[in-house]
């Protein structure tokens, strides 16, 4: 099991990397326009959703080069919305009492970073003022034409959502997770995730209906023998797409920082034993450090290099915690 984190732009090291080396892929690239990550070569602050989404696209091309043929892609992407100058102004004025709530457009976390930076571009035809933009639809309907299957969307509901000064739409608690493969076969562990049943097992399984000489399809003696959905054997049942998992704080130098507990069924359905995981927006080291609580290799690429240090001081910290543990 090896661990490496290669400092550099992620094409550039994606493009180092041999065909067909990883068996999953886990990540959350940089929203469009939401943070600034003090690099000019970032990803995020392209002048329009266009032009965000074509750089995603072309990163995604080499990583389905080094993916293997029944590899997974679990893909973290939050949205955003539009803003001109103006807007964002007087969202902000109204944050510090210059101007009436009523007044105000969206909360400082939803408007493009680039405002302030002078780099907004001109408004895309279609896209007005507090139009949300749907950056993650456009990018996975533009995967899905670059040759991907588009396989699953997954809703990670957030129970401590970040709080929203706005008074006109509610507070945004969900963020998307796409899961996305290079062929119609792959490997997906159900077992490995499956999560509690919320009832008690009713009646017979498909199983011991079909080894009785019983009616097995359809009907409600049928549904009620699965679970509602499927898959139930009593105690647990088949993951649903829903996923609620609270946000974490964590004390380093990244911005946004995914839940472990967001990664780890990607993990543990995507890859095996053994498997190498990537993640070419490694930021702070989360998926790295979930990798190797599992017993999978990493590799990544982080283009900022304190954020590089950040990840292995993680990483470290989870293997001091692993070798007391295993002392005791």
């Known amino acids: ?32 326009g939401l943070r600034d990550y003090g690099n000019e070569d970032q990803i995020g602050l392209e002048k329009t959703p266009e ?11 080499e990583v389905k080069r080094v993916l293997r043929d029944d590899g997974t892609v679990w893909l973290n992407i939050g949205d955003s919305y539009w803003s001109d100058s103006l807007a964002r102004s007087t969202a902000i004025e109204s944050m510090w009492g210059k101007r009436p709530a009523s007044d105000l457009t969206e909360g400082r976390e939803n408007i493009p970073t680039h405002n302030k930076r002078g780099g907004l571009g001109k408004r895309p035809d279609g896209i007005k003022p507090k139009d949300l933009m749907g950056i993650p639809w456009m990018l996975a309907f533009a995967l899905r ?62 199983a011991e209906r079909k080894a009785a000489g019983e009616a097995t399809r359809h009907g409600l003696a049928g549904a ?19 996923w609620s998992i609270t946000t974490k704080p964590f004390k380093g130098a990244h911005f946004a920082v995914m839940p472990e507990e ?7 359905a995507g890859s095996r034993e053994g498997d190498t995981i990537l993640d070419p927006f490694t930021g702070s080291g989360t998926v790295a450090v979930v990798a190797e609580r599992y017993g999978r290799s990493f590799v990544g690429a982080e ?18 915690k692993n070798a007391l543990g295993e002392a005791k």
């Open 1 to 32: 099991m090896t661990t490496v984190i290669h400092t550099g732009d992620c094409i550039e090291v994606l493009k180092g990397l041999p065909d067909a080396s990883v068996q999953c892929v886990i990540t959350s690239p940089p929203y469009y």
């Open 303 to 320: 283009l900022n290099p304190e954020y590089v240090q950040v990840a292995w001081l993680r990483i470290a910290g989870e293997r001091i």
């Open 51 to 61: 032009e965000y989404i074509a750089k995603m696209v072309e990163v995604f091309r």
């Open 145 to 206: 034409a670059d040759g991907w299957y588009l396989r699953q969307d997954i809703i990670w509901h957030k129970p401590n959502p970040m709080p929203e000064a706005v008074y006109d739409r509610c507070t945004k608690a969900h963020e998307y997770l796409f899961l996305l493969t290079k062929a119609q076969r792959y490997h997906y562990d159900a077992e490995a995730i499956k999560e509690p049943s919320v009832s008690q097992k009713v009646g017979k399984t498909w």
């Open 224 to 242: 009620a023998a699965c679970g509602a959905g499927g898959f139930a054997t009593g105690e647990t049942r088949n993951r649903r797409s829903v």
């Open 262 to 268: 967001l990664v780890e069924p990607c993990v543990l």
